[in-house]
């Protein structure tokens, strides 16, 4: 019952910005933290950033430290990505993804129980 929606993906030259939404809706659950993951072509899903919903403390991939940022508005159920100084190598599909309860890491996608659709994020050299 709960969905999530990634929106605000597009192509943007490198050193750019881009700012991406995930909204949920649906079914009111108690999220402990919500996560964005990314898959270039041919590539796994990794790991970009996590917000822990109730403190809105943040943890990040050493790839996008100092260059993303990741925050919350309660009111609207929406978790941001704000990537900045985007480079090529940031090119890929992005995933919101949701934990309703308590993990260790939550730097792997198994430890996540609801997921978005994805928005392409292309950034051109």
């Known amino acids: 019952q709960v969905q999530l929606v990634e929106s605000g993906g597009g192509l943007v030259q490198a050193g750019g910005s881009l700012r991406l939404s995930c909204a949920a809706s649906?079914?009111?659950?108690?999220?402990?933290?919500m996560g964005w993951f990314r898959q270039a072509p041919g590539k796994g899903r990794e790991f970009v950033a996590v917000?822990?919903?109730?403190?809105?403390?943040?943890y990040y991939a050493d790839s996008v430290k100092g260059r993303f940022t990741i925050s919350r508005d309660n009111a609207k159920n929406t978790v941001y990505l704000q990537m900045n100084s985007l480079k090529p190598e940031d090119t890929a599909v992005y995933y919101c993804?949701?934990?309703?309860?308590?993990?260790?890491?939550?730097?792997?996608?198994?430890?996540?129980?609801?997921w978005g659709q994805g928005t392409q994020v292309t950034v051109s050299s």
């Open positions: 993804a949701a934990r309703a309860s308590y993990s260790y890491t939550l730097r792997t996608g198994t430890e996540y129980d609801y």
């Open positions: 917000i822990l919903w109730s403190n809105g403390r943040t």
């Open positions: 649906g079914r009111t659950f108690s999220s402990y933290a």
